[in-house]
């Protein structure tokens, strides 16, 4: 489930995404496996978070590379291990993943 609360004049004061393990809490920059603190990057915090508010949506690595690291040039190749460190952290089988999953040929997207 991901739950979104607008503040005052619509800015966003709460996004979370939960599923059965995993918590992501945006305002705070914390996530939890299994209601354990996983530490992650800031990088692959704003990865995580990325895909999360895109509520399940596919996005591709251009997107993820222009949410994540705007401006800069990076090549495709570092969003796929940055995605592959996230994974190790919070799937319980990286190689079979149940939350951060590949789209073929299109991109990644995180599903509650």
Not at 85 to 99: A, G, I, N, Y
């Amino acid at each position: 489930m991901l739950a979104h609360t607008a503040g005052s004049g619509g800015n966003e004061s709460a996004v979370v995404g939960t599923s059965a393990s995993i918590t992501i809490d945006l305002p705070t920059q914390m996530v939890y496996r299994a209601g354990q603190a996983v530490r992650v990057t800031p990088t692959e915090f704003r990865l995580l978070a990325a895909l999360v508010r895109r509520r399940g949506a596919v996005a591709s690595r251009d997107d993820l590379r222009r949410d994540v690291w705007p401006g800069a040039e990076v090549q495709p190749r570092v969003v796929d291990t940055h995605i592959a460190r996230l994974r190790r952290k919070l799937e319980h089988d990286p190689r079979q993943p149940r939350h951060i999953l590949t789209a073929l040929a299109a991109g990644y997207r995180f599903r509650a």
